[in-house]
């Protein structure tokens, strides 16, 4: 059974550092893997995917790695914000006919201005 | 705004009612979900609708009874929830052309049961 972990749980910062999230999982038969935002009382914010044979993916500010033989994911902010304060949420899909994703239970950021 | 609206947005039942949540996409996808997110919990894939039919009922107990009439709609059927409910329900939908489609998710509805 795929199990998906992110350390640390609770993450506050100085605003301008750069940091680093991370995710692990059990089962390396991945589709791909996938990196959300989540605001307080919101739905989820689509930041990165990841497909199985790629490496990392980056947009803006944001960069994220994939190691998929060590089960592990590293979601990089560079130059951190107040307003990049949320939970990330990662998540792998696994295989099947659907898109089916299974989450981890998040870091909650908090960027101190 | 990411194209798909769920209401509504606060709900508070108690354990006899029976009421509603309904998801709508504008993203012309073809498939659709249903998580629920607990406190301190994982996000929970309870439904998953392709083409309109069900193709994951992930062991959700018979008091939770989803429908989908078209690609654009979907619906989910509460009635004699237990507290434990209590969660925020989160709709999202995507393409199903390929494996790697992102998936698309609404605000959710905070659902209460007293």
Known sequence: KQEVTQIPAALSVPEGENLVLNCSFTDSAIYNLQWFRQDPGKGLTSLLLIQSSQREQTSGRLNASLDKSSGRSTLYIAASQPGDSATYLCAVMRGGATNKLIFGTGTLLAVQP | ?114
């Not at chain 2, 998580?35 to 609708?49: D, I, R, T």
């Not at chain 2, 979907?74 to 995507?94: K, R, V």
């Open chain 2, 1 to 114: 705004e990411t194209g798909v609206t769920q209401t509504p947005r606060h709900l508070v039942m108690g354990m006899t009612n029976k009421k509603s949540l309904k998801c709508e996409q504008h993203l012309g996808h073809n498939a659709m979900y249903w998580y629920k997110q607990s406190a301190k919990k994982p996000l929970e894939l309870m439904f998953v609708y392709s083409l309109e039919e069900r193709v994951e009922n992930n062991s959700v107990p018979s008091r939770f009874s989803p429908e989908c009439p078209n690609s654009s709609h979907l619906f989910l059927h509460l009635h004699t929830l237990q507290p434990e409910d209590s969660a925020l329900y989160l709709c999202a939908s995507s393409g199903i052309q390929e494996l790697n489609e992102k998936l698309f998710f609404g605000s959710g509805t905070q659902l209460s049961v007293l």
